[in-house]
């Protein structure tokens, strides 16, 4: 799998755009990827949740897309110094998900078709902050952006967003994905600028 540049520049932010440092406004949806669009159907699709005891919870396309979903305007920030203001987004929050989910995990593994993994504590997939989403703009989510369904995570730098979501391991202890172990920030919080290891 290539392994895609750390960073571009581009142009200067705007003085009255509210942006984590670093960071320019684009008008446009950047598409960065490592490796090639992994291209899945809604009827082949899958999301697992995974627990550290082994127990396993499966959802199918149609049982997603039928759980109570929200709509959901927020900021987004690249590490390659993106943001955009804004974006609209539907899809099933992970409290939804995780609700009838027995664990003691502190950690997940968010699994990706293609291979792609990422790294979060689990605290931070909780309480209104992350979705499994499947809708952008009014319209279904391109295989670009990371259709049929990807991760959102806004509160943290987009390559914690998993593009092409299958699933989510829990673990007792942290488990580096595939950014992490190339030499990203483990967390990655925007406002900190912690987009690589030492951050």
């Not at 490592?34 to 149609?62: K, L, M, N, Y």
């Not at 110094?81 to 987004?89: A, E």
Request: glycine share 8%; proline share 8%.
């Amino acid at each position: 799998m290539p392994i895609v540049s750390p960073g571009f520049s581009g142009r200067r932010r705007s003085p009255d755009a509210q942006l984590p440092p670093g960071q320019y406004l684009a008008e446009d949806f950047p598409v960065l990827t490592a490796g090639p669009t992994p291209r899945i159907t809604t009827d082949r699709w899958q999301f697992t949740v995974s627990t550290e005891a082994g127990q396993r919870h499966d959802w199918s396309w149609q049982q997603l897309i039928e759980l109570p979903a929200e709509k959901i305007t927020t900021d987004i920030h690249c590490v390659t110094k993106w943001s955009k203001l804004g974006t609209r987004w539907k899809g099933v929050s992970l409290d939804v998900l995780l609700e009838d989910v027995e664990t003691a995990a502190d950690y997940a593994l968010v699994q990706s078709y293609g291979g792609y993994t990422t790294n979060l504590p689990l605290e931070d997939l909780l309480d209104g902050q992350a979705w499994i989403a499947y809708r952008y703009d009014d319209e279904e989510l391109t295989p670009e952006h990371g259709g049929p369904a990807r991760l959102l995570v806004p509160h943290l730098y987009f390559w914690k967003s998993a593009k092409w979501v299958r699933g989510i391991q829990l673990l007792l202890e942290d488990e580096p994905g595939f950014w992490e172990s190339a030499g990203y920030h483990d967390y990655g919080d925007p406002w900190r600028e912690q987009r690589y290891q030492g951050d």
